[in-house]
């Protein structure tokens, strides 16, 4: 390994950034432990002509650590290896391999071309690893603001006709896709290359949640599923809290009456999802950016209920929140838009084609027609909300509330006493108090709402941050009068979302 390379950055630790909520710990599930030399000879073999590596960038994500490794042969090759908390180790990375590769043979999805991967730790690298060739093109979302309307409209139509490719791909079962060769020993077999088995998203696997950093293995294995009541089924088996032992038979209960509401939707097409249509994933031509030449990071793809298309929008076709302020709509003297206006115009505009792409496809239409409390009902255990004993009560309880209009058959299966609505209720107003707070200071910030800041950012962030946790301790006071300090900071810490202090 060329010594300058070897001292431009530290390969094995994460440097990107800090968070204010759990720092070492998160830090310290993104270590990694492997052969960074062998990795780099790795490459070198795999780019033809290529005699050596040239240079060498680290870049970091919450889930994988990726090298843009320059050869002298002229190319660019990308090496991607996922962190501990990316999912089950041997299978985050044979399934991704797998997904691009079923992708490629049956569709016109752009995808990267794979060059060597290895999963486990018995290989040269000592990790999971995959090594790409670089995409061609740009990333959109270093060109979408400098794109006109119509672009951004024809942009997220090309978008569209890639998504119905993979929405309309034939599936026996729901989980993630494998190479047959060497599949999970519960995989169905999907033909003479591929398979079908277990799940891989990290949250399916009880790991890199709001307080996991380690992979736990499952009592029974989060898919595949070959019926929709099977894949609702296994993830109530898998609700571990205590708080919601009680639940599980209720909630057995509401996948056989949702059926009959589900009855006149195609709820049951299985399409194939990318789980991150984000323009930090897509690339396009540089010279007509409506040409996508490139999607990235297909780690946990999935073959899942088409209701789960739903769960995110991507990011170019997300309508701005209303802040409460006047829009602007025109200008008085020229009777123009104002800027804020446009930009509005233009995300509703963004929207409305998504969504009109979303129901060109009959496989996907009915499950953006369903009803949103349903969808949230039947798409609770794929989100992990089931481990969330307020979440899930939560959903049980909107569901009871519009179980007639739904159209569901008899009484609400779950029909809660009235001090047990209340209780639900304060703990609900609890959240939402907390939720609201961690977004105002991840407006404040400028943070993610998870607390993680860039790390050059670190000391300029901490001070603000410090200071205004101590207005949320004084407001508390203020309110408990004199004397009451402690009392304040212990209120002031049960809706305080970060632990930095």
């Not at 780019?47 to 002229?74: H, T, W, Y």
């Not at 060059?115 to 990790?127: C, E, K």
């Not at 701005?320 to 995300?347: C, M």
Request: aromatic share 10%; with cysteine; glycine share 6%.
């Amino acid at each position: 390994m060329d010594t300058d390379i070897s001292q431009a950055f530290d390969p094995f630790t994460y440097t990107h950034g800090r968070w204010l909520d759990r720092d070492h710990e998160r830090r310290k599930a993104r270590e990694l432990h492997f052969d960074f030399d062998a990795l780099l000879n790795l490459a070198v073999k795999c780019s033809p002509g290529a005699r050596q590596v040239l240079d060498c960038k680290k870049k970091e994500g919450g889930f994988n650590r990726v090298f843009m490794i320059l050869l002298d042969n002229g190319r660019t090759v990308v090496a991607r290896l996922p962190v501990q908390i990316a999912g089950p180790a041997t299978l985050t990375v044979s399934s991704e391999v797998a997904t691009i590769e079923l992708v490629r043979d049956r569709t016109s999805v752009p995808v990267p071309r794979v060059l060597s991967w290895g999963s486990g730790t018995d290989n040269a690298v000592g990790a999971e690893y995959i090594i790409m060739d670089e995409v061609p093109g740009v990333l959109l979302k270093d060109v979408w603001n400098n794109m006109k309307a119509s672009q951004h409209i024809q942009c997220i139509r090309s978008l569209g006709e890639l998504s119905v490719q993979l929405w309309t791909l034939s599936f026996p079962s729901f989980g993630s896709l494998y190479f047959y060769t060497s599949s999970p020993s519960n995989a169905v077999r999907l033909d003479d290359t591929f398979s079908i088995g277990p799940l891989c998203a990290p949250h399916h696997w009880d790991c890199g949640t709001k307080d996991k950093f380690n992979v736990n293995t499952f009592t029974s294995s989060p898919g595949p599923w070959h019926s929709l009541e099977a894949y609702l089924s296994g993830f109530i088996s898998e609700a571990q809290s205590s708080a919601l032992a009680n639940a599980k038979k209720q909630w057995q209960q509401a996948i056989t009456y949702s059926r009959s509401a589900c009855r006149d939707f195609r709820y049951r097409a299985e399409p194939l999802s990318h789980p991150d249509f984000h323009t930090r994933n897509i690339f396009v031509d540089p010279t007509d950016p409506t040409r996508i030449t490139g999607i990235i990071d297909w780690q946990w793809a999935a073959i899942e209920p088409a209701f789960m298309l739903t769960a995110e929008t991507p990011d170019i076709a997300q309508e701005l929140p209303h802040d409460g302020r006047p829009s602007g709509n025109a200008d008085a003297n020229t009777n123009e838009l104002s800027p804020q206006a446009k930009i509005r115009a233009d995300a509703k505009f963004c929207a409305d084609a998504w969504a009109i792409m979303s129901h060109i496809c009959s496989e996907t239409r009915a499950a953006y027609l369903m009803d949103s409390t349903l969808n949230s009902f039947l798409a609770a255990g794929s989100n992990g909300w089931l481990k969330d004993p307020v979440t899930t009560r939560l959903i049980l309880l909107e569901l009871h509330q519009k179980w007639t209009e739904l159209g569901l058959p008899g009484q609400s299966f779950y029909q809660p006493r009235g001090e047990e609505t209340e209780e639900l209720e304060r703990q609900s107003d609890t959240a939402k108090t907390s939720n609201g707070l961690q977004e105002h200071l991840s407006r404040l910030l400028g943070c993610d709402t998870d607390g993680w800041i860039p790390v050059e950012k670190w000391e300029e962030v901490l001070p603000i941050y410090r200071e205004e946790y101590r207005r949320s301790v004084t407001a508390h006071t203020d309110e408990g009068g004199a004397g009451n300090e402690a009392k304040a900071t212990r209120e002031a810490d049960q809706i305080w979302p970060f632990d930095q202090r």
